[in-house]
Nanobody, 128 residues
Framework: QVQLVESGGGLVQAGGSLRLSCAASGRTFSPYVVGWFRQAPGKEREFVAGIRWHGITTNYGDSVKGRFTISRDNAKKTVYLQMNSLKPEDTAVYYC?????????????????????WGQGTQVTVSS
């Protein structure tokens, strides 16, 4: 059983920054990928960023590329999402999720259907 807890969300003005954290519980945690997704009201959940738990491979959604950075601390079982140059359209609930099936080390999957465990989400609101 895996539990993921997001934190760091809040209200920020356009152009500002936030850093989200995703902490995993349990004595052992070694997924293939941890990803960040977001869901705005009335929209489907979309892929934001992902990182392999081992190695250096990362992937970003087109809408956040160049503005967001995903990183990890394996010893702390924590994944971070640094969000810079925030826009009102970034407003959403942000979720972290673990993909336990992406065996290929060059692949970070982007479909919500491929992820096995999800956190409760943290609200990010960007004002204009």
């Amino acid at each position: 059983q895996v539990q993921l807890v997001e934190s760091g969300g809040g209200l920020v003005q356009a152009g500002g920054s936030l850093r989200l954290s995703c902490a995993a519980s349990g004595r052992t945690f070694s997924p293939y990928v941890v990803g960040w997704f977001r869901q705005a009201p009335g929209k489907e959940r979309e892929f934001v960023a992902g990182i392999r738990w081992h190695g250096i491979t990362t992937n970003y959604g087109d809408s956040v590329k160049g503005r967001f950075t995903i990183s990890r601390d394996n010893a702390k079982k924590t994944v971070y999402l640094q969000m810079n140059s925030l826009k009102p359209e970034d407003t959403a609930v942000y979720y972290c999720a673990a993909d336990l099936g992406a065996v290929n080390p060059k692949v970070i999957r982007t479909s919500i259907r491929e992820y096995d465990y999800w956190g409760q989400g943290t609200q990010v609101t960007v004002s204009s």
